[in-house]
């Protein structure tokens, strides 16, 4: 096992592009090769939850860790999944208020950086951490881009996938330059295409 995990973020700023897909294959592959995978759900719609954890229903996700009101901690939030060599931090109807909420107060409080700071204490722990994110360029999004080491870019090779992607890449460049000298672009990977 690696010291630190890299720490993969799967983001675009439009849906159906793969990004949940994405995440499932690196979990697979990763497991395949007998490593262990930490994932992140921080989509509301929760499908990556759902893939790997079906019914679930514990009250406590990902949302804990953006609770200005305690102490980010993994503990309690990392659920083992059916597959040997997956956990899983799910998302829980309780992450959306996170994208409606202030922006000033995600500041105020440094939430932006408390995932961060908990994947920094389970980098040791694991191979890979995969964060699936929402389709758009939300609170949730900007924190796993401060957490990540990098970002790939699942895409439509179209004229309205590719404009998600630039705003995806501005926003990849801004965290860089203010909260996360690691993160690199590692890629974009088109998952849907149409033959002409």
């Known amino acids: 096992m690696a010291d630190a995990a890299p720490v993969l973020v799967s983001l675009n700023h439009k849906g159906g592009t793969g990004k949940t897909h994405v995440a499932y294959l690196v979990a697979s592959v990763a497991r395949a090769r007998g490593q262990r995978c930490l994932l992140v759900d921080l989509d509301q719609q929760a499908n990556l939850t759902s893939s790997f ?33 997956i956990d899983l931090i799910p998302a829980t109807p309780l992450l959306a208020p996170l994208d409606l909420s202030d922006q000033t107060a995600w500041q105020a409080h440094d939430l932006h950086l408390s995932l961060r700071g ?9 191979d890979y951490v995969v964060l699936d994110c929402p389709p758009r360029l939300s609170l949730t999004s900007y924190a796993a881009l401060c957490a990540a080491s990098h970002l790939i ?10 404009r998600g992607t630039q705003a995806v890449v ?14 690199v672009l590692l890629g974009y990977v088109v998952s849907r295409y149409k033959r002409t």
């Open 118 to 126: 908990v994947l920094s204490e389970l980098r040791g722990e694991y």
């Open 170 to 183: 501005a926003t990849q460049r801004l965290v860089f330059e203010r909260y996360n000298p690691e993160l």
């Open 53 to 85: 954890l079906p019914g679930h229903t514990s009250p406590t996700g990902v949302e804990r860790l953006f609770d200005p009101s305690q102490e980010p901690s993994a503990a309690g939030v990392i659920h083992a999944t059916p597959y040997d060599g």
């Open 153 to 162: 870019v699942p895409l439509e090779a179209a004229d309205w996938g590719a």
